[in-house]
């Protein structure tokens, strides 16, 4: 098995801002393995508030490359030689694709999942008030929102937002910018205004404040539940865990978080790095099993990869093809 690491960076149709962040391009590193006739292929994006680059990813990969082309038939776990993070997702992807290839049987199949089409959220950036309501507008075919707001005006840029699309299933993602008597005051606003849900309304690390508060909208946890070895602390004070194949390592994991929150009654969201449909092919398979699905990233991109994923006018994402992942 040969294994190619390659960095790959695309720019955004437009500059798009969140709290205390913003996305110009997407930096992207791909993995292809290439056994006989067979290539599997992966992309991670990586996690920027956990501080990977582009650069550290390919690093990382490097580090593991000549371990990995010794190994004749390596399992798709790779948790033993990397952490949780942007490269492991690249790896772990491209092993499950390689299988899929070589076996012949689709990992949706092996798993005993659907090839569902998959309703998207139109994600809006932080702007002013005007600006996001006018963003909301003239996104009006797609049913679903997810609007980023930070401690500036939420109620009031989420008021222009419904008033121009009474229609939409709206919710919302703070990125860690509220503190606990912020969240107790926007909460029943955004009850009011029929929010199906609060993305990480807290500081990762300052969730203990959660345990004894009773929500009147369902919390998502995102930046506070990486992997399965914080689901445990995540599912005690949310009732949404948001599975991102780039924060938990890949597939393999992601498929562990499922595990654990359906044992555990809990809502499971999709999400993404804004990376191409390479990226959002496995997100798909994973997106099945959620109620929340997160994958427009190649919706924000100039360009994508070959045989992208189908996306209607409507926000509807097909399975991958074949040809593309899995």
């Not at 720019?11 to 993995?31: M, N, Q």
């Not at 390919?58 to 990397?82: D, R, W």
């Not at 008030?129 to 929102?145: E, G, H, I, N, S």
Request: some cysteine.
């Amino acid at each position: 098995m040969k294994m190619y690491i390659q960095k790959v960076s695309i720019p955004l149709r437009h500059s798009f801002s969140i709290t205390g962040y913003r996305f110009d391009e997407t930096k992207t590193v791909r993995v292809s393995l290439q056994d006989g006739q067979f290539c599997g292929r992966g992309e991670g994006v990586g996690v920027y508030y956990m501080q990977e680059t582009q650069d550290s990813m390919y690093e990382q990969l490097c580090a593991v490359q000549q371990e990995l082309e010794g190994i004749i038939n390596p399992e798709p776990s790779v948790s033993e030689i990397l952490p949780p993070g942007g490269a492991r997702n690249a790896l772990d992807c491209a092993l499950w694709d390689l299988q899929a290839k070589k076996s012949g049987i689709s990992l949706y199949d092996r798993f005993g999942l659907m090839r569902n089409p998959l309703t998207t959220v139109f994600t809006i950036g932080i702007n002013n008030k005007a600006v996001m309501a006018d963003a909301a507008r003239q996104c009006a075919q797609y049913p679903t929102l997810k609007v980023k707001l930070d401690s500036v005006e939420p109620i009031e840029r989420l008021e222009a937002i419904r008033k121009v699309r009474p229609d939409a299933s709206i919710i919302i993602d703070a990125n860690q910018a509220w503190t606990l008597d912020e969240l107790k005051e926007y909460a029943p606003a955004c009850k009011k205004l029929d929010i199906a849900m609060i993305e990480q309304p807290l500081a990762r690390g300052q969730d203990e404040q959660l345990v004894e508060y009773q929500s009147p909208v369902p919390l998502g946890a995102d930046e506070s539940c990486l992997h399965d070895g914080e689901y445990t602390y995540a599912a005690a004070r949310y009732q949404v865990i948001n599975i991102k194949l780039d924060k938990c390592g890949g597939l393999t994991t992601a498929l562990k978080l499922i595990e654990m929150s359906k044992a555990d009654g809990k809502q499971l969201m999709v999400g993404n790095m804004i990376g191409t449909s390479l990226s959002m092919a496995p997100a798909h398979l994973i997106g099945q099993a959620c109620s929340f699905i997160d994958l427009d990233g190649p919706l924000h991109l100039a360009q994508d990869v070959m045989h992208p994923m189908h996306y209607s006018p409507q926000g509807m994402v097909s399975a991958p093809s074949q040809a593309l992942w899995g």
